[in-house]
């Protein structure tokens, strides 16, 4: 481990964000409430997980039907 923020399952990680993108994850941010930009990318990641969980299953049920 690198960084003492890490853990067996974490990794610390550097991502750049273009300006806009920046803006509106720091709106976000202040408008839910989360603490920390890592809060927000967590989040994201978290959604975009599920969204693609989702439609991995509503393809599954689609090729059922077939």
């Known amino acids: 481990m690198t960084n003492r923020t890490e853990t067996p399952s ?3 990680i550097t991502v750049s964000l273009p300006p806009k993108l920046h803006s509106d994850a720091v709106a976000f941010q202040h408008r839910s409430g989360f603490a920390t930009l ?3 990318i967590r989040h ?3 959604c975009y997980d599920d ?3 989702k439609k991995s ?3 599954a049920t689609k090729s059922k039907k077939k």
């Open 10 to 12: 974490e990794s610390l």
């Open 38 to 40: 890592s809060e927000v």
């Open 44 to 46: 994201a990641l978290d």
């Open 51 to 53: 969204a693609r969980a």
């Open 57 to 59: 299953a509503k393809k």
